[in-house]
């Protein structure tokens, strides 16, 4: 088990068995959200920053526990994250940017950022094929519906002020 401290900053590893420390690992600045490969072989940390915005990922190698930072350039404050289905490649929602941005978690290339509006976008799902994110947006009330083919918002879906989490069914249809 994997447990972030936005304060104190490291991530925890827990054995699941009897709740021991396996591991202490130092992410960047204010670390949020904490996203893992299908393959289990990285982890990804949004570190959006304490009294600075943030603008990195940290990338920790899970076999060796090294670390390695992506640095997200202008995207700033990175916090919703989820890897599409080819496991190399990773969207997170920069809300300083307004922005959804697209990662190579294995090269440590920003590919493209996708304006999705100034609603504070803060969570993120992907459609079962990869092809469409939905990304929440805190500030604005709204969910924003992106199209990753054509790397464009598409819609935007009202929800009420303050929605934050999202999931989708399985099959993709809710």
Known sequence: LLVGNKSAAPIHALDLG????????APGDG???????????HVVVADYGAGTAGHTLTVIDWPSRRTRTIDLGENRRPHGLRFLPDGR???????GS????????VDGSVLRSIAVGDGKPH????APDGHRAYVTQVGSGVLSVVDLDDGRRIADIPTGAGAE???ITPDGAE
């Open 89 to 95: 490649r990773l969207v997170v929602t920069t809300e």
């Open 165 to 167: 989490g999202i999931a």
């Open 31 to 41: 670390p949020h959200e904490i996203e893992v490969a299908p393959d289990g072989r």
């Open 18 to 25: 009897d709740g021991s420390l396996r591991a202490r690992i």
């Open 98 to 105: 307004g922005r959804l941005t697209e990662v190579d978690v």
């Open 123 to 126: 969570m993120v799902a992907l």
